[in-house]
């Protein structure tokens, strides 16, 4: 299996999660999870502001959670290729989004003038 990410034509990242961008996204829930609250509870209070901040860090950064994956790569046709693109972005008049992450979409064309 083979991540179509790195087999695809693209420009830069394509982050499925973007709080930056996405307005449902940029209201996830900042509360730690009650597995990690339990776990940092027992640390010293320097320590635990340091894994507290980091988390909340870690839950504004745009980045890759969907994934889609090939089992081969390797087009019978020289002139073939593979995009990869996000769907579901805001709306640019009325921000509307559905989700808090896009949707990944592979595209596989036998002509490569497409790409």
Same mark, same amino acid.
């Given at each position: ?8 034509? #693209?420009?830069? /990242? ?12 940029? #209201? ?5 999870? +009650?597995?990690? &609250?339990?776990?940092?509870?027992? %640390? +010293?209070?320097?320590?635990?502001? @340091? ?8 839950? &504004? ?9 090939? %089992?081969?790569?390797? +087009?019978?046709? +020289? ?5 990869? /693109?996000?769907?579901? @972005? ?8 559905? &989700?808090? #992450? ?14």
């Amino acid at each position: 299996m083979k991540d179509t990410f790195l087999l695809a034509r #693209h420009t830069g /990242e394509l982050y499925s999660y973007d709080p930056e961008n996405n307005p449902v996204a940029q #209201h996830e829930e900042v509360a730690l999870p +009650p597995a990690l &609250s339990s776990i940092v509870q027992a %640390m +010293p209070e320097a320590d635990r502001q @340091k894994i507290i901040d980091g988390y909340r860090r870690g839950l &504004s950064m745009a980045r890759r959670i969907d994934f889609l994956f090939a %089992m081969r790569y390797g +087009p019978a046709d +020289p002139n073939a290729c593979l995009r990869q /693109e996000l769907f579901g @972005k805001p709306n640019p008049v009325t921000l509307d989004v559905g &989700s808090d #992450h896009y949707g990944v979409l592979d595209i596989y064309t036998t002509d490569g003038s497409n790409c």
